[in-house]
């Protein structure tokens, strides 16, 4: 099965973030890079849906809430 690539501002459409909060906080907090998105051209990222919806629905182990780990927890 294929890889659907996107890029933030794509991303952005379907996940109800901003392309730059995307690019610059769940970019260096949250997504791992060869994992979630990728930058096969230099500058250029791209964002891998499959993995990022994983992500976002990823089952907390300790329950059986789901939960989205897109906000820090303090």
Same mark, same amino acid.
């Given at each position: 099965?294929?890889k659907?690539?996107l890029t933030? #501002?794509? $991303?952005? #459409?379907? +996940?109800? /973030?901003s392309? &730059?909060? +995307? !690019?610059?906080? $769940?970019? #260096?907090?949250? /997504? +791992? &890079? ?6 096969? %051209?230099?500058r !250029? +990222?791209l /964002?891998?849906?499959?993995?990022? *919806?994983?992500?976002?629905? *990823?089952?907390d182990?300790?329950?059986? *809430?789901? %939960?989205?780990?897109? &906000? !820090?927890v303090?």
């Amino acid at each position: 099965m294929g890889k659907t690539y996107l890029t933030a #501002e794509e $991303l952005s #459409e379907r +996940i109800k /973030f901003s392309p &730059r909060y +995307i !690019r610059e906080k $769940l970019k #260096e907090r949250v /997504f +791992i &890079r060869g994992v979630h998105y990728i930058q096969p %051209f230099g500058r !250029r +990222i791209l /964002f891998v849906w499959e993995e990022v *919806e994983k992500l976002l629905y *990823e089952e907390d182990k300790a329950s059986d *809430e789901v %939960f989205i780990p897109l &906000r !820090r927890v303090r």
